[in-house]
């Protein structure tokens, strides 16, 4: 078996049993329902729901929040009979609209690591996310995070 075999494999691998996947996913910005859309050998991912600044950057208050990435999956890290370590980079957008009628913005680098079940169609993702606030101050925080567990349908 070639090296690019195993390349085209793992980059064409199906997701863990389904293409859409449902659950929960929190960050330091937005926190409520997970989504996560396959197209192959990319993804697009979504959260929508709670909002709240951490962060002494900037008062930014709770309110509602949208969070929207675009992912390149890449190759599985480790393929075992019960689990794959996944993995993907990407890029995304946190739009919030706080109580107190600001508007935050911000955009996002995006490194992940997924284990996929194989028992059960889930996923359980933990993402690096350094980002550069755009609204309503100027700041980068280089150290946010998120994570998800989604089953898939």
Same mark, same amino acid.
């Given at each position: ?75 599985? @890290? ?56 755009? @609204? ?18």
């Amino acid at each position: 078996m070639s090296i690019w075999t195993l390349l085209i494999g793992a980059a064409l691998a199906a997701p863990p049993r389904g293409w859409v996947g449902i659950g929960v996913g929190g960050s330091p910005g937005v926190s409520g329902l997970s989504g996560k859309y396959y197209m192959r050998r990319s993804a697009v991912q979504l959260i929508v729901g709670g909002w709240q600044l951490v962060g002494a950057e900037v008062d930014g208050g709770s309110g509602f929040g949208v969070s929207g990435d675009y992912l390149v999956e890449m190759p599985d @890290l480790a393929y075992t009979q019960r689990f794959n370590l996944a993995w993907n980079v990407g890029v995304g957008a946190t739009l919030a609209r706080p109580v107190d009628d600001n508007r935050y913005v911000s955009a996002a680098a995006i490194a992940g690591l997924a284990v996929n079940l194989k028992d059960a169609p889930f996923d359980i993702a933990f993402e690096l996310r350094p980002r550069v606030a755009i @609204l309503p101050n100027i700041w980068i925080d280089l150290f946010n995070y998120s994570a998800h567990v989604r089953y898939y349908f």
